[in-house]
């Protein structure tokens, strides 16, 4: 979509006997759109579409390797060479020249992943992790991103739904969707889970993805909210 014009011109195209794309992650340099492709329920890839001027496809998508059941949450860490996806049991690196690995596995199920900056030495992933049902985790990562420092540790925790978390861009902020108001609102809170305040009073059954900012050329502000359910995309204020 357009900044300045409101415009809305598809990127993918899949066939209509495609579940559909969903996750879209755009790398820094603007290069390379990441995104899961539902082939079924519960059954999807990982394809990497280049982008040209303009985000314009440049030829066909390529598949992530090993991206196969269950795969969500695509987040780059290096340009459009190295990024982490995760299924409902572990998280995955994926590098142009060496293929996909897994480097965590955890106790539970995955339902969402966001990673912020690099801080020198590190970085850290927040999580939605589930048992019962999800809350929202963070595993410290090292400066690369591809290797866990040491456990993970609950951020959000409540006795409803909290999924989709998604870091700001200056890793001060965590934005998810919970059901703790009885219906899938979304929330903010503080990086370490502190300072939690509602956003949206939508009364939604199914808030299907939020997302704080876009990396690259075009990108939306830090105090910006994308949130999507169905029949409805609008623009909340977190600040």
């Known amino acids: 979509m357009s900044n300045e014009t409101g415009a809305v011109r ?13 996750s879209p992650a755009l790398s820094a340099d603007a290069g390379s759109l990441a995104f899961v492709r539902n082939l079924a329920p519960r059954n999807g890839r990982i394809l990497i ?6 985000f314009a496809p440049r030829g066909e998508p390529e598949e992530v390797p090993n991206s ?46 966001s990673v912020g900056p690099d801080r020198g030495n590190s970085r850290h992933a927040v999580v939605a992790r589930a048992k019962v049902d999800p809350d929202i985790w963070e595993i410290p990562l090292d400066a690369t991103g591809t290797r866990s420092t040491g456990p993970a540790e609950v951020l959000v925790r409540s006795t ?25 609102e979304i929330w903010v809170c503080d990086a370490d889970g502190s300072n939690l305040r509602q956003l949206t009073h939508l009364g939604a059954h199914i808030v299907r993805r939020t997302q704080l900012a876009t990396p690259g050329g075009d990108h939306l502000s830090g105090s910006s909210v994308i949130v999507t359910i169905p029949l409805l995309d609008l623009t909340s204020s977190y600040e």
Do not use: C
């Open 49 to 54: 579409q280049p982008l040209g001027p303009g």
């Open 160 to 184: 409803e739904r909290d999924t989709l978390p998604d870091l700001s861009p200056d890793g001060r902020h965590i934005v998810f969707t919970s059901m703790r108001t009885g219906t899938s």
């Open 68 to 113: 196969r059941l269950a795969v969500h949450s695509p987040v780059w860490l290096d340009g459009g060479k190295n990024l982490l996806f995760a299924d409902e049991v572990k998280i995955f690196h994926w590098d142009a020249k060496k293929g996909t690995t897994a480097i965590y596995a955890v106790d539970g199920i995955l339902g969402g992943m």
């Open 10 to 22: 598809p990127i993918s195209d899949p066939d209509t006997e495609i579940n559909g794309d969903s």
